[in-house]
């Protein structure tokens, strides 16, 4: 599973929020994947970390407000 602490801890982000977003993609077996979007302490650069089943998802797949996808 996605850890927010884990997330949290590994890319240095001062704050995580965590919210559901039933992109299709996350869809296909019926369940939501969760997601958890942070900002970094100096709000430079807005970054999107997204898991399901605690799997990356594609790099195609993105989150709304056009956040850029940052993978490990």
Request: charged share 20%.
């Amino acid at each position: 599973m996605c850890s927010t602490e884990q997330v949290q801890k590994d890319a240095g982000f001062s704050r995580v929020t965590s919210y559901s977003y039933p992109h299709s993609t996350w869809l296909k077996t019926g369940e939501k994947a969760q997601g958890f979007c942070s900002v970094d302490i100096l709000r430079v650069e807005h970054y999107t970390i997204t898991c399901n089943d605690g799997n990356w998802l594609p790099k195609n797949v993105v989150c709304p407000e056009d956040l850029r996808t940052h993978y490990p």
